[in-house]
């Protein structure tokens, strides 16, 4: 009995890992040169520098409790400093409203009194408070949805920047089912959006407090957090626990094709070499998956190829701390669509996390903005376009100590609506050949956690498949994510 798990990210290490914890034999084969995929950390110059992610969810337990597992509490760590996130707005940096939940607020009186909106714009915004239910039965783009119910300074100017940014997806586009499915039940709960974020507010707040008197001495992390030495610490203990349970990687190992044999697969990699195996986790991409089922099982790659996918660029910069003009107090700048230019946000990642850079320098990380033609432009037109909009912004003066960019061309699922429904007719393609399992960020969720919880559970389906596992009355990846 064996398993092949094709791509080497968070979601295929997982995956691998929890097999082999069932006492499966597992082959994971990763195309490039590195495991982790989009987590990749650098030590440069006394520098950590994330060239993909630099934090997940707390509030997802998968992320933490296998953080935990793998012996790395005590290396979780929460955000520094101010947590302030500032809008850029006509040229200048305000500040967001403070309590603001994902797109909605969570306290009136920040909102009411914050300087991003005049007040014609709240006004707009309090009809909310009165409005009927106006939700489709069907999936709707977040951005059409709240440009209805808020009006479109909100969308523009905040939900577009905040939640069409870590997407990478345009918030007009954005699926409201798979992104931020919360504003159907506050919406059926409450009828007003700002009734129902006020309302989770209190909530939230009476849960912190009830935690607060439990525990009076711990200090919580926080809703962000990561590991002190950067997050592919994370991806290179999920792979030694899994080597040291058998698992037997290869990098720079391409599969280049899947075959049906027998009740198995048959596997073809770069090298030229062929294998075969009683299951196949697919851990890339959609679009890398439609590659591989082209042949064996056209039905599913046509409906994986439907699932689109965007490119990312960030450029990572580092400046003396004495030619920076602004105080740097909080954690970036998110730039709207209307202020023109390709970037899209900036983090100012020595103030968010203690320790990323030398003391004398700060460490910025500028987001491109997937949208026309900025991320196919040359690296050193892209490199410029991130130093002209950091510098102006912040007032620094002079050239950057270091520089850095990361590129990942046609890897990031753009969740756009009907997203769900895509999924499901891929889950039930694929299930046309039982021997095949796919999961990873295409699918049911982009964040880390939201990864691990789909590498876990396709690693519990292909082992009761096979009879490695007793069968636990839950192989669906969707009700493992929804918990995770
Ligand atoms: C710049 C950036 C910032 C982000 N920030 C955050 C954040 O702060 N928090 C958060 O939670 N998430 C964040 N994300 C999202 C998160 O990093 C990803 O969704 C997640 O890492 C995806 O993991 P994965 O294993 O599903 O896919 P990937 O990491 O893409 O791994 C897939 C692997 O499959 C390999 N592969 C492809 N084809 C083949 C083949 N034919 N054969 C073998 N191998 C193949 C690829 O080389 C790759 O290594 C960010 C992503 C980016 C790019």
């Known amino acids: 009995m064996s398993v092949l798990v094709v791509g ?14 069932d006492g499966v034999p597992v082959l994971l084969a990763e195309a490039g040169p590195r495991l982790g995929g ?5 030590h440069a110059e006394g520098f950590t520098i994330e060239h993909g992610p630099d934090s997940f969810l707390a509030t997802r337990p998968a992320g933490a409790a296998l953080v935990r597992e793998l012996g790395l509490g005590e290396s979780l760590v929460g955000t520094a400093g101010t947590r302030t996130v500032y809008i850029r707005h006509r040229g200048r940096l305000v500040p967001m409203p403070e309590g603001l939940g994902l797109v909605l607020p969570t306290r009136a009186l920040p909102f009411a009194r914050s300087r991003l909106f005049s007040w014609p714009e709240k006004l707009r915004m309090a009809q909310d408070l009165l409005a009927p239910r106006s939700m489709p039965a069907d ?7 709240l440009r209805g119910r808020l009006g479109n300074p909100l969308v523009e100017r905040l939900a577009g920047p905040l939640v069409g940014g870590v997407y990478g997806t345009p918030i007009d586009e954005l699926s409201l089912d798979a992104v931020v499915p919360t504003l159907r039940t506050a919406e059926r709960e409450h009828r007003s959006l700002l009734l129902a974020g006020l309302a989770d507010g209190r909530k ?19 809703v962000f957090v ?15 626990s899994a080597a040291e349970r058998g698992v037997d990687f290869r990098t720079d190992f391409g599969v280049r094709w899947l075959a049906r044999s027998g009740a198995g697969v048959s596997a073809g990699f770069a090298d030229g070499s062929t294998a075969q195996f009683d299951a196949v986790v697919i851990a890339t991409p959609a679009n890398a998956a439609a590659v591989l089922l082209d042949e064996a099982l056209p039905a599913a790659a046509r409906r994986l190829e439907a699932i689109p996918h965007g490119t990312s660029v960030l450029v990572t910069l580092a400046y003396p701390r004495d030619r920076v003009g602004h105080d740097l107090r909080g954690h970036g700048y998110l730039v709207p669509r209307a202020e023109g230019g390709p970037i899209a946000a900036c983090t100012w990642s020595s103030e968010k996390w203690t320790g990323r850079a030398p003391a004398d320098t700060v460490l910025l990380r ?4 997937d949208e026309g033609p900025s991320t196919t432009l040359p690296e050193a037109a892209l490199v410029g376009a991130a130093r002209a909009d950091a510098e102006r912004t912040l007032s ?25 429904d895509r999924v499901a007719a891929v889950e039930a393609a694929v299930e046309a050949w039982p021997a095949v399992t796919v999961a990873g960020a295409s699918y049911r969720g982009v964040g880390l956690p939201d990864c691990i919880a789909q590498g876990q559970a396709a690693a519990l389906r292909v082992a009761e498949r096979l009879g490695a596992r007793a069968p ?3 192989p669906s990846i969707a009700a493992a994510v929804a918990r995770g």
């Open 8 to 21: 080497g990210g968070i979601t295929g290490l997982v995956a691998a890992r929890s097999l082999a914890l």
């Open 38 to 42: 989009k987590v990749s950390t650098e």
């Open 139 to 145: 999936d709707i783009a977040v951005g059409v949805y």
């Open 204 to 222: 939230m707040r009476a849960a912190a407090a009830r935690r607060a008197e439990a525990n009076p001495r711990a200090k919580p992390l926080g």
């Open 226 to 240: 990561t590991l002190r030495g950067g997050l592919e610490g994370l991806t290179a203990a999920v792979a030694a």
């Open 366 to 369: 500028m987001f491109i903005r």
């Open 396 to 420: 620094i003066a002079g050239e950057p100590v270091l520089v850095r960019t990361a590129r990942y061309e046609h890897a990031m699922p753009r969740y756009t609506v009907g997203h769900l």
């Open 472 to 474: 636990s009355g839950e």
